[in-house]
Structures are given as C-alpha cells and as structure tokens.
C-alpha cells in the first residue's frame, strides 16, 4: 500500500510547495502530477523507494516551470496520482 504523506493545503504560492512524499510496501511507485484545468501533465515518474518511502524532490520547480512555459500567474488545482 501507498499512501501520500506530505501535509497538503488547498493553497500554496509556489515558493511554499514541499516535495511530495510517500510511504510504501512498494519496490517502485508511479507518480503523475496533473493540472486538472487543462488535465496536462506535469511530471510522469517512477520511483524508486528506499526504507519504504520514495520522494518527488523539486515539485516547486516542477510547478513554476510548467507557470512560466504557459504564461500562467497562478496555477490550480493539481492532481496528484500515484500507482503501486
């Protein structure tokens, strides 16, 4: 089982996001992050765990870089998912 582990809010500036985390009985889990508006994807990983947790690092780059390349000033809601 998989299940998210970073404390989220409904609002975040970018400057804020933390990277994501999860704790899993998993080898590898699949991790799509969606901005639900347009349903674009901004990432589409798998990762590997280690000591039963695995970590999407640098989610505030992920989320400014996909702001700026769309000439966005704000950006929600995200969708984050994730497969064993």
Not at 7 to 20: C, V
């Amino acid at each position: 089982m998989t299940s998210l582990t970073t404390q989220t809010r409904a609002f975040f500036f970018s400057s804020e996001l933390p990277d994501l985390a999860w704790s899993t009985d998993q080898q590898e889990v699949h991790v799509r992050l969606y901005y639900q508006h347009t349903g674009n994807m901004l990432a589409d990983v798998t990762l590997t765990a280690s000591g039963g947790r695995v970590t999407l690092y640098e989610t505030r780059e992920i989320v400014e870089r996909y702001m700026r390349t769309h000439a966005l000033a704000r950006l929600y809601p995200l969708q984050v998912m994730h497969e064993e």
